[in-house]
Nanobody
């Protein structure tokens, strides 16, 4: 059973920083890509950033220059460093991983989410 577990959320003042972490555990062949999404109250879930197995990154325009996604292949972890946080960054942040399962199927798995609240 594959599990994704996020950590690092919390309450921070505007202009502050947080670092989110996501650990992938369980049985699978490989991780093709990992990413972070967020969902604010009353809004749809949106992509924040993602990173391919080769290290290519992609960011939402709203976070470019402030957030940095990175990964540790040896530990099957992905991180999101969030700087210069704004109240509009308040949301539940979800980690995902595009996996090649042990049966060679491609699957997207999600974590349970971690709350990030930025006060003004």
């Amino acid at each position: 059973q594959v599990q994704l577990v996020e950590s690092g959320g919390g309450l921070v003042q505007a202009g502050g920083s947080l670092r989110l972490s996501c650990a992938v555990s369980g049985s699978f062949r490989s991780i093709n890509a990992m990413g972070w999404y967020r969902q604010a109250p009353g809004k749809q879930r949106e992509l924040v950033a993602d990173i391919t197995s080769g290290g290519r990154t992609n960011y939402a325009d709203s976070v470019k220059g402030r957030f940095t996604i990175s990964k540790d292949n040896a530990k099957n972890m992905v991180y999101l460093q969030m700087n210069s946080l704004k109240p509009e960054d308040t949301a539940i942040y979800y980690c995902n991983a595009d996996l090649l399962t042990t049966w060679a199927f491609e699957e997207r798995r999600w974590g349970q989410g971690t709350q990030v609240t930025v006060s003004s």
